[in-house]
């Protein structure tokens, strides 16, 4: 995957991460955050790690979401009609999913399961709450990262697209990476501008625009692999070609 998609991705995540992941997994930080007080753990620097534990863990989970799909997706990739009509399958579900997003259809909200009233997964997200260890908190992260969410699909439905693991993982990389920027500074700045409904709200819908955009070069680009069937073998042999120099 181009550098500059990754660049793309990684700016629209962290703009609708601000909008989406602090109305969503705010209440979480907030938790822990106050759990973490009532331990006795106030040394700055301490607490700054434990936020990084916790994004960590989430980004954990992306990856080998994205490993998943990408792996599914390259199955696609045996020629280029297969890939034309992956690309198109990823770009319509990615502007769906950014029509979600913005609030004009339940596209997303289908898709989501109840995995959370699992039982398993309620026990499981109790003991890791409790924080003894700081193992505790990346558990904390792994399993909110399992947590449905109409922002992750959108990008796995790109991720997806990519037709190849490898690519897939470091789309998931990049948007998880960028997902903890906003969910670390609201810890360490709770109740700030980054909590006011309208602000995300403002945000989000940014991030939408941009995920409906994306997704409609993604159809343009499966349509480009329809009309041309030679257009993959072109480009696996300008591969070949740039590998020999390698």
Not at 97 to 107: E, N, P, Q, V
């Amino acid at each position: 995957m181009e550098y500059t998609s990754l660049f793309s991705l990684f700016v629209i995540a962290l703009i609708g991460s601000f909008g989406h992941c602090i109305g969503m997994c705010g209440g979480i930080v907030l938790a822990y955050s106050g759990r973490l007080t009532n331990n006795g753990i106030t040394n700055k620097s301490t607490l700054a790690l434990y936020h990084i534990l916790y994004g960590l863990g989430r980004v954990t989970i992306y990856v080998i979401l994205g490993a998943i799909v990408g792996a599914l997706g390259s199955m696609f990739n045996l020629n280029a009609t297969l890939r034309g009509i992956l690309f198109l399958i990823a770009g319509i579900a990615m502007i769906l999913a950014g029509l979600s997003l913005f609030g004009k259809m339940r596209f997303l909200t289908k898709l989501e399961h109840s995995l959370q009233n699992a039982k398993w997964y309620q026990k499981s997200f109790q003991t890791a709450l409790n924080l003894r260890t700081p193992q505790s908190i990346y558990l904390l992260g792994l399993l909110n990262g399992l947590l449905p969410c109409g922002f992750v699909y959108a990008f796995l439905f790109s991720a997806a697209g990519s037709a190849n693991m490898v690519s897939a993982m470091l789309v998931m990389l990049v948007f998880g990476i960028a997902t903890i920027f906003p969910l670390f500074f609201f810890g360490v700045l709770a109740n700030t501008l980054f909590y006011k409904p309208n602000f995300r709200k403002i945000l989000m819908n940014l991030a939408a625009i941009a995920i409906i955009i994306f997704g409609g070069l993604m159809v343009q680009k499966g349509v480009k692999f329809l009309q041309n069937p030679n257009m993959g073998h072109k480009m696996h042999m300008s591969m070949l070609i740039l590998g020999d120099f390698k």
